[in-house]
């Protein structure tokens, strides 16, 4: 028997999530085949099989959380990585990551019902959650050997119906009841009947909140709640920005590179964060300090298929258009196929949000935590516009710029946003200060 | 319709203000609720200005009355010259007692911006309720409605409640003078407690009860200790006694309670009642009606704060989205007598009845030393587990704190501890909660402070 335990992956991740065996009970592996696909922070890393041999047991199912040294996979194993025999103790090593592989305890049985036939034995809390997540202690499997059903127990007991594919959880709303009863009501201090579910006649679809959308999702709340955002609105005549972009097109294609007007956009910025230093900046909460960075890595805010990304184009003020339109390809498509690395999605010191290639005219953005603002720039149309006296037609792009209104004034988010503009209607004015 | 009716929209209605409609309240006011509080007196209800608190204040002033008793501190070293009491002022303060804490309440609910109505509610329909008060008559639509209305105590054939010669507990504990003699009627807790504080004031109590034992669902080793307590008291304790044979007056009646739903209208909501006017509710506080729910007394409960403000919570989370349940396994009792008693789960008997391998555990509090420094050794710790795999199935304790030493072994039964679980924890020496460890380690075999029988 051979254990493998989750590997520390880097970057300092404690846990990763398990997003799919490929491998079952069962399965014979060959060396290095890839068994399993784990997602971290940010980036899903697929992990190859440290031996050859028979899986004899997964012990971390698909959707739940390891902790780095939590066993995953055990092994009837034939062949280890090193070509040693299958001694119960020895050290595997593969690649970039440690694993390590200790002699494996007697399984604990858990097939076995508790002794007690009257009760199942959990806390108040527990039975609390049994009770909301509407799930039959008794069907529980303890995983502790006196029987003892705790709350992961019922968990994960949650997470294996979903796995059967059994909407199981009740809705939270009330429920309409003909069934009525009194718990307490009989005249005697003896342990109370044991109270029946309420029957749910609706049932929603639940399911849990896990992957890249919980991430998102906890980022979004923390940059929700610590952040108190504000947001101005403006528009940009993008005409002149539209003919530079047809002009440099049909060269930067020879050159093999998709000029969109992201990479122009981020050129624009760069000017404009550094002499708006308070927009390349983070709050350092702890300690009440404001941080001026002087690197500019801007984020680009992408979809990808399971959802939000941003990856990030570090040094942004060292690179040509023609470098950053080209490392942008690169990054967008990691994004969407999720192979960045973590270096590749964090760091950002300003983010822009392209939300017209998401298909909507404009939006309020949400600060990318620990940022200070974050620019959407909507789509371009072409709209009625009053120039002079006279109606024109002229290509808008609208522009929404959210700050932290801790650290900006809507005075200063103002001045910053027409600075854009002037910028963006006439973008010549790069030239004036290229080295 | 009433000329003038305007009928007010509110979010929560809760019909009462006891402990378990200002608790069922404040809670629904911290889940973002806006709540309507209705009741015709101060919040607090029956337990705190005519129930509970009354008769715990007076209990602990009658026994600090009775502790300084020559014969009681003599032996200590303490010579008194004369103690003596008056009924008044003992009464005067029991209202100081009731008075901050009802201030309390009050102060609660305007800090949680509650809406306090005085009036009495009923039901119009299933969305509405009229309160009739003092400043007339109002109209409320709500979205959901908590009855939180409480009991009285149920009319007893034959003895017609007059305030004289036939009262309720509540009336006995507003006599304004003490009576010479005082006969209870009841084998409940509340029959117990009140015989007992009379007694320690000087009454000649006659107590009678109906049932086969003092007290039903109590272990009778522990029963006789406070028997004997009573008879110390020089209380004349009758049990098997039949009803229709009590001609002793004044008299005071325990005996069950009777919800008090009937003023409520219900069938306007048609709401299901049980035979004794109970409203039903499921485990999640819910009436036949699922946008009204009913807590407490008024569902036909067994008539304890306790459980009705438990219920309460129940019952404003559940409206609030929560899917939780009233559930708890097991429920403590205390009676306040000399010595005190506190009883919680099985009984060794029900234990066995129930299909239960038992195990029990037993220690006199006289080889415990705080039970001696304290002068009051008089008692024993009662343990019963399941032999299978040592979980705490009951307890029943007796002496001095028992009724706070109890929620020890609920915590245990709740948690599903076992004997050794007991057995392990340190307990702070001296202490009456060694009795608690000594009783495990008996039932284990292995009480150090014991001779094992046998």
Known sequence: MQEFKLPDLGEGMQEAEVVEWLVKAGDTLKLDQTMLKVETDKAVVEIPSPVAGRVAEIRVQDGQVAKVGDVLIVFESTTSANGGSSTPTQSLTSGSTTMQSASMPSPISVSQTPATKQRVLAAPAVRKLAFELGVDLEK???????????IEDVR???????????????????????????????????????????????QDERQPLKGLRKRIAEHMERSWRTIPHATAFDEVDGG???????????????RGVRLTYIPLLIKLLIPLLNEFPIFNASLDEENREIIYHRSYHVGVATASPEGLLVPVLRNADHLTLMEIASNLENLIEGAKK???ALSELSGSTFTLNNVGSFGGSTGTPIINHPEVAILAVGRLQDKAVVQQGTVIVRPMMPLALSFDHRLIDGAMAGAFLARFKELVENPQQLILDMV | MVVGDVTTAVDVLVLGAGPGGYVAAIRAAQLGRHVTLVDSGLPGGTCLHQGCIPL??????????????????????????????????????????VDRLAEGVRRLIAGNHIEYVYGTGWFINAQEVRVEGEYGSLRFKFEHCIIATGADAAPFPGFPFDGKHVLTPEKA???SEL??????????????????LFARLGVKVKLLSPGDQLMSGVDPSALRLVQAGLRKLGIQASTGVALDSIAERPVVISRSVCPRTSELHLDAVGLEVSANGGIKVNSMQQSSVSHIFAIGDCTGARALASIAMKQAKVAAEVLSGQRVQFAPLVLPLVVHTTPELATVGYT????????????????PLAANGRALTLRNDNGVALLVANADDGTLLGATLVGPRAGDLIEQAVLAIEMGATLTDLSEILYAHPGLSETLLEAADGALGRAVHMLARG
Request: a negative charge.
């Open chain 1, 338 to 340: 999720r192979t960045l």
């Open chain 1, 240 to 254: 002149a920005l539209a003919e530079l972009r047809e002009a440099l097109k049909p060269t930067a294609e020879k």
């Open chain 1, 156 to 202: 994960s007991y949650i997470e294996h119906e979903k796995d059967s594919s059994l909407p199981s959880a009740p809705s939270p709303v009330l429920v309409e009841e003909k069934e009525t009863e009194q718990p307490v009501s009989q005249a005697s201090t003896t342990l109370i009947r044991k109270i029946e579910h309420p029957v749910t006649p609706v």
């Open chain 2, 348 to 363: 060794a008997e029900e234990a066995s009845k129930a299909g239960y391998t038992i195990v029990t555990g037993r220690f």
């Open chain 2, 173 to 175: 504990l507003m006599l």
């Open chain 2, 56 to 97: 715990k204040a007076l209990l602990s002033a009658s026994e600090r009355y009775h502790q300084t008793r020559p014969e009681e501190l003599t032996a200590m070293g303490i010579h008194v010259e004369a103690v003596a009491f008056d009924w008044a002022s003992m009464q005067a303060w029991k209202q100081g007692v």
């Open chain 2, 179 to 196: 009576p010479e003699t005082l006969s209870f009627v009841g084998d409940d807790y509340i029959a117990l407690e009140l015989a007992t």
């Open chain 1, 140 to 150: 529980v499997t303890p995983s502790l050997p006196n029987g003892r059903v705790s």
